[in-house]
């Protein structure tokens, strides 16, 4: 099917971030971690070598078809039924299958997340509000962005940076300490600041909450 060997597509995923980082002895990757992983990576890898559009539309509509009977799926439902419980078991359907479609694609647009320009006229991304971010700049007061996983949520660190602003973000780590290194490895960040995440961490990372305060507080280019 393919015209070219499958090692390119490799290292493709590997210029990603799929290396393994630096864990110690408790947070070592098990073998489903490092399986995972690989998928992940083999996964960018296939993602990057199509158009970004062709991409999103076949990360989705794998996720649709495949979420929906995995088992995390089961909580999903329950989670809507319990906020929604008039919701038909027709209706609890799509919403998960919306849900997936979603995931996938986020997924297959992080290899591309380099190319997207969010200001762009007439491109992928519609933006407002920035005039808010200019009064606070002009102010020189730092501000402090919420969002949610809508559509592609990595979008905003993008228009941040874009934008120009030093930017710091905090996130919930993955359980899988391979995942969460590719994930923090996409370009077009200026820096992360860990959260509390994952669970082997969690435990001893108590002191978390305040240096991220700390970190908010001096901004990423002071560090």
């Known amino acids: 099917m393919w015209s070219r060997p499958l090692a390119p597509v490799v290292l493709s995923a590997t210029a990603m971030g799929a290396t393994w980082p630096n864990v110690t002895a408790a947070e070592a990757p098990r073998f489903a971690d ?8 083999l996964s960018f890898g296939a993602f990057k070598l199509l158009p970004r559009d062709c991409a999103s539309a076949l990360g989705g509509a794998l996720a649709r078809r495949i979420g929906p009977s995995l088992g995390v799926s089961r909580h999903a439902r329950r989670n809507i039924s319990r906020a929604f419980p008039e ?29 997207i ?5 007439g491109g ?21 962005f919420f969002s949610g996983h809508i559509a592609n949520w990595e979008i905003g660190m993008l228009a941040g940076v874009q934008y120009g602003i ?27 600041i860990y959260s509390e995440g994952r669970r082997r961490r969690a435990a001893r990372d108590h002191g978390a909450a305040p240096r991220h305060a700390s970190g908010i507080a001096r901004g990423p280019e002071d560090e």
């Open 34 to 41: 490092r399986l995972e992983a690989w998928g992940a990576a």
């Open 87 to 115: 919701f038909p078991e027709t209706e609890i359907a799509r919403v998960v299958a919306g849900m997936w479609d979603n995931l996938g694609r986020v997924v297959a647009e992080y290899p591309h997340l380099r190319k």
């Open 117 to 121: 320009c969010v200001f762009e006229p």
């Open 124 to 144: 992928p991304v519609e933006t407002h509000g920035f005039e808010h971010v200019d009064r606070a700049v002009g102010a020189g007061r730092r501000m402090i």
């Open 166 to 192: 030093s930017v710091a973000q905090i996130y919930r780590a993955a359980n899988n300490p391979l995942m969460d290194r590719m994930i923090a490895a996409v370009p077009q960040r200026s820096r992360r």
